[in-house]
């Protein structure tokens, strides 16, 4: 394939130290993105996905963390050494962030239309009007039904639908190349959801922004999603096209998570979660981290299984030593 | 339309302080025990001489009586008349109160320039050495007394230094502009007076500085607390994953943020540095209300004492008012929801 990557990511290991030792928060976590590509990555609570999400934009606070090994690329630029300044001019530029809260996401002492009139002059060379009219046909595309008077708004004037178009809108006023979206649409109901989801995902395709969608919901990346990395523990353990990831899951934890999902449970069947609970990260095993939960463990686990190939001529990886047979699978 | 109700219900709340304070004042001031019209009269005056004065004064009647007639009077604009001046209490303060009130607002104007910004270096900079320093200068500020500090600049810029006068509104052999506003250095403005104007700043500096310092404190404390605070909101990650720099954030996004609960300290603060006031001008022989007062008390001034209450807590009220004002004009979640 000779797709370019907007970005990769390369055996990033990132913890936090602590009083008497450290987080490892990510552990050798390898992925990439290319054009236009929406790219999932989902896993349990804690498992590292906002972590992966802020460093890529290196919006950790600083001092906080440590990069043990490893770096990032986006659009070519070496984001572990960048400079604040470059920092700067990617941020809301080439490279745009969504967040799971909008409720709080906006200033809710400004109007909607001086933060993203604001925005767009901090990256483009528009005086206040164009800055103005942009944001106007940005909010028609987010279906936003009076666009005008929507500018003229607080946030608080809005619900938390039209405040979470509002920040895609303003995601994308700069077209950036890159979309981060971390859990954009957790706190919205389901209807909601889904309405926000596509519109966010036609106009990526439309303008062939690539998107990593962050999420715990695989409902979600089974409709959003071209690509998915499952996490756990701060690595990855499974990655590949959304229909092999969902349709024929070899990690028993991706299996696990499918298996939790009520829509695939059969009438009546208790709601099938996975046994046990996110182990301590700063007290990983070395071998693999999801041993202790696993059905399928054998003394084998005691040792780092590294993301493969299932076979030759495929991109479905899988970090395990017992991978599920495909025959096995229920969906 | 939140607007006005709200100014109908505080004007509403300022008449009932009034008479709030009028009563404990009235009650307290006529219950010490001590006579006026003997301190009138003087030890030798015969008891025929002070009963006399006491009628005069109307201390002779029932206490109830006199509250009333306090109050109709009141009603009027009428404060009553000075025991030790012999002048209408509304003209000895209208004379004063200027005085206290300029002092007061450019302790309030120091307190404030001073210690926002320093609030929010102390808070960007939260656990570093220049925090530590803001903090130790909040808290030195806030436990040292007034009269200990007025006295140490005194001794340093006007003892040692000669820099800044020691006392007074302005230099004796200066005449002081006439009332437009009652505020010196406003009245030497107006006037085009510019030595006067000069020497009435500086006659203001020291015992401005004594006043505000402690509220410098206060408010840097209020500042970066309240700027703590907001640097750990969305919005601020949202800033920053625009591509605002990191001044641009603090200054733009956080501090407008943070005012908006430290306009309750800062607007309170007012109130207390005109009841505080009383001390400094003490100290630099400033003409306010502080040393009216004081005096009007040894004499057992009922009126007079009364007044000084009366129109503090009127400013403190009007203070208030100003304050939800500004509070309605600052925050729009406040003028949409009330
Ligand atoms: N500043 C920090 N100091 C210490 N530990 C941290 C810090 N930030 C994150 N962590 C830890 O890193 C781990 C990964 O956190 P992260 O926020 O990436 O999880 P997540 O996958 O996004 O979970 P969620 O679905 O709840 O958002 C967690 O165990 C978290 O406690
Ligand atoms: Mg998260």
Redesign the interface.
């Known amino acids: 394939m000779t797709q370019n990557p907007v970005l990769s990511i390369n055996d990033l290991s990132i913890e936090f130290p602590v009083y008497k030792g450290a987080v490892k928060a990510l552990n050798g976590v390898s992925l990439h993105v290319n054009e236009g590509e929406i790219v999932g990555v989902v896993g349990e609570s804690g498992s590292g996905k906002s972590v992966t999400s802020m460093m890529a934009m290196k919006l950790l606070p600083e001092g906080s963390y440590r990069v043990t090994q490893g770096d990032i690329s986006i659009l070519g630029t070496d984001i572990i050494h960048a400079s604040e300044k470059t920092m700067r001019t990617l941020r809301g530029g080439d490279v745009a962030m969504i967040f799971q809260e909008p409720m709080t996401a906006l200033n809710p002492t400004r109007k909607i239309g001086i933060q993203m009139t604001d925005v767009i002059r901090l990256h483009r060379r528009l005086d206040n009007d164009a800055a103005r009219q942009l944001a106007i046909s940005l909010l028609k595309d987010m279906h936003i039904a009076d666009p005008e008077s929507t500018l003229q708004r607080y946030p608080f004037e809005l619900s938390g639908g039209m405040r979470q178009r509002v920040l895609i809108a303003l995601a994308f006023s700069c077209n950036p190349r890159l979309i981060i979206a971390d859990e954009p649409t957790t706190a919205l109901d389901v209807t909601v959801q889904k309405q926000v989801l596509m519109l966010l995902k036609a106009k990526a395709r439309e303008l062939k922004t690539a998107i990593l969608f962050i999420t715990h919901d695989m409902a979600v990346v089974s409709q959003f999603c071209d690509r998915v990395y499952v996490m756990y523990a701060g690595s990855l353990v499974e990655a590949g096209s959304t229909r092999q990831v969902l349709h024929a899951p070899r990690h028993p934890y991706t299996r696990g998570l499918m298996a939790a999902l009520p829509e695939l449970a059969t009438p009546g069947s208790q709601l099938q979660a996975i046994p046990g609970n996110v182990p301590d990260l700063s007290r990983l095993p070395a071998g693999c981290a999801f041993a202790s939960r696993c059905p399928s463990r054998s003394d084998k686990c005691n040792q780092k299984p590294v993301l493969t190939s299932i076979h030759e001529a495929t991109t479905h990886q899988v970090a395990c030593w017992h991978p599920a047979l495909q025959e096995e699978l229920a969906v | 339309m939140a607007f006005l109700r709200m100014i109908k219900k505080r004007l509403l709340g300022l008449l009932l302080v009034v008479l709030g304070v009028s009563f404990i004042t009235f009650a307290i001031s006529h219950l010490i025990p001590g006579d006026p019209a003997r301190l009138i009269a003087g030890d030798k005056a015969s008891e025929e001489i002070v009963q006399n004065i006491r009628e005069q004064l109307g201390l002779n009647q029932p206490l109830y009586i006199q509250y009333g007639t306090y109050l109709k009077g009141l009603a009027t604009g009428d404060l009553g008349t000075s025991i030790r001046t012999t002048r209408p209490v509304l003209e000895d303060l209208k004379a004063f109160f200027p005085a206290t009130l300029e002092l007061s607002l450019v302790a309030l104007l120091f307190a404030s320039a001073l210690g926002i910004p320093l609030g929010v270096i102390s808070a960007v900079y939260k656990d570093k050495p220049i925090d530590q320093v803001v903090r130790t200068l909040a808290v030195t500020g806030i436990s040292t007394p007034a009269f200990w500090l007025g006295l140490g600049v005194i001794v340093v810029f006007y003892g040692k230094l000669g820099l800044l006068p020691g006392g007074g509104r302005i230099d004796e052999g200066l005449t002081p502009p006439a009332a437009m506003t009652g505020f010196y250095l406003i009245d030497t403005l107006l006037q085009g007076d510019k030595a006067a104007f000069v020497s009435a700043l500086k006659h203001i500096l020291l015992p401005a500085f004594t006043l505000g310092f402690v509220h410098l404190g206060v408010v840097a404390r209020q500042i970066r607390s309240a700027m703590l605070e907001q640097l750990q909101?969305?919005?601020i990650?949202?800033?920053?994953?625009?591509?605002?720099?990191?001044w641009g954030v603090i200054l733009h996004?956080a501090l407008?943020?943070a005012l908006?609960p430290s306009v309750t300290v800062i607007g309170l603060a007012l109130g207390d540095l005109l009841y505080g006031a009383v001390l400094t001008e003490t100290v630099f022989a400033w003409p306010g209300m502080g040393a009216y007062v004081v005096n009007s008390i040894q004499a057992l001034d009922f009126p007079a004492v009364m007044g000084f209450a009366v129109v503090v807590s009127f400013a403190y009220v009007i203070v208030n008012l100003i304050v939800d004002m500004l509070y309605m004009l600052?925050?729009?979640?406040i003028s949409?929801v009330s």
Do not use: L, Q
């Not at chain 2, 990650?237 to 990191?246: E, P």
């Not at chain 2, 600052?330 to 979640?333: L, Q, T, V």
């Open positions: 909101e969305d919005y990650r949202t800033a920053k994953a625009n591509g605002t720099s990191k996004h407008p943020n908006i600052i925050d729009p979640r949409e």
